[in-house]
């Protein structure tokens, strides 16, 4: 009893000492114009498996960037999909002098598929800055030019803001909405302190010549996730890291079809943990609190010892979690009802606990 107590206190304590680190560093985040008189050379690279489906949304976006074309160099990967990706690939690329389309038939025997792909992209693109994305988002047609205004600013690599599509009104598309939110909010918070914990493959921009530094994604080469965490934290930690709060460089992606779905790619990002456990200690202690915490909080609904402080514990955590949201949401320009928010709340101490556990452990599927 008393050590549940402790512990339940003890990282309610934590976790409001660290909203209070996302809101102070979600303030010192500033829009920085620079006037670019010549714009350098990029590359835009996508992998795509079985992605037929949103292909058309993708390739109408990248044909009304603002970005000049001789300076572009797009590269799209099928990823041995088994649909009609690689015809709407070929098709498209034959229409566009700058876009390139490249075939992988089979799987590589050194690296973890979506790494060989994006891999392989690099390797046949040119430009002095990469840019990523998925087959899946809706990117702005400013998106490059405000990437590329924080790299020559000087960083490494620039991290941009992702959140869920929810033109559809649904619910569950809004929950999600909302989660993800808590994700990037926070990430970009700790990102105005100089903490560079994370990013979205979605949405990076990094520079070619540190890319290669590094040795590309050798180094994690057998990881089936965790791409995005690594290039951050390896180009970052060592040439700076920016995130872009221009609305211009926001992208859409596609949100889970299913809770099944949902469950399991959380479960593929909290698997990252384990790398940030060799990393970022400071991070670690976030993930580690925020998992204890809820997991204590769930224990403590079947303790009727406990229920005389349990109100207080769910009131400050309630009120923390709408500090970090709609903050967030102020900042990325975002808007979702307010009882998916409660919702939210509520539900998170009953299933963090079980993706953090399943991370892990590794057990979430992804495309094979």
């Keep these: 009893m008393n050590l549940l107590f402790f512990t339940l206190t003890t990282s309610l304590g934590i976790y409001i000492l660290f909203v209070l680190f996302f809101l102070t560093g979600l303030r010192r985040i500033k829009t920085k114009e620079k006037n670019i008189t010549s714009w350098p050379t990029v590359a835009i690279v996508i992998a795509a498996r079985n992605e037929e489906t949103n292909l058309p949304n993708i390739f109408q976006d990248l044909a009304q960037l603002d970005y ?36 992988i038939k089979e799987k590589s025997p050194a690296m973890t598929p979506k790494k060989y792909a994006l891999t392989t992209a690099i390797e046949q693109s ?27 600013e000087g960083v490494g690599i620039t991290v ?7 033109s559809k009104h649904s619910s569950f598309i809004h929950y999600q ?18 903490f560079y914990w994370t990013g979205s493959g979605q949405n990076l921009a990094y520079k070619r010549k540190l890319f290669e530094e ?51 790619q959380r479960i593929r990002w909290s698997s990252n943990s384990r790398f940030a456990a060799k990393t970022d200690l400071f991070f670690l202690l976030f993930l580690f609190n925020a998992f204890l915490m809820n997991s204590t909080i769930l ?27 709609f903050s967030g949401a102020a900042k990325l320009h975002l808007t979702f009802p307010s009882i998916i928010f409660i919702l939210w ?22 495309k094979p």
């Design 68 to 103: 000049p074309k001789e300076l572009l160099d797009i590269v799209i990967v099928d990823d041995r999909s088994t649909d009609n990706t690689w015809s709407l690939i070929k098709h498209f690329s034959d229409q566009h002098a700058h876009i390139h389309g490249v075939l």
């Design 126 to 152: 040119r430009g002095e800055y990469i840019l990523s994305t998925d087959a899946d988002c809706r990117i702005p047609q400013s998106w490059v030019k405000s990437m590329v205004k924080l790299l020559e």
């Design 160 to 166: 941009g803001s992702s959140t869920i599509e929810s």
């Design 177 to 194: 909405l909302v989660d993800f939110l808590a994700l990037v909010t926070a990430n970009a918070g700790a990102m105005g302190w100089d």
């Design 214 to 264: 590094i040795d590309g994604f050798h180094p994690v080469r057998d990881r089936i996730s965790g791409d995005d965490i690594y290039l951050v934290q390896s180009i970052g930690k060592k040439y700076g890291c920016t995130f872009n709060p221009d609305p211009g460089s926001f992208i859409k992606t596609s949100p889970s079809s299913s809770i099944r779905q949902f469950i399991s």
């Design 299 to 325: 224990v403590g609904i079947f303790t009727p010892q406990l229920y005389s402080i349990l109100p207080m514990v769910f009131g400050l955590k309630f009120v923390s979690d709408a500090l970090v949201i």
């Design 345 to 366: 709340s509520i539900l998170q101490p009953f299933y963090i606990p079980f993706i953090g556990l399943a991370g892990l452990v590794g057990r979430f599927k992804w």
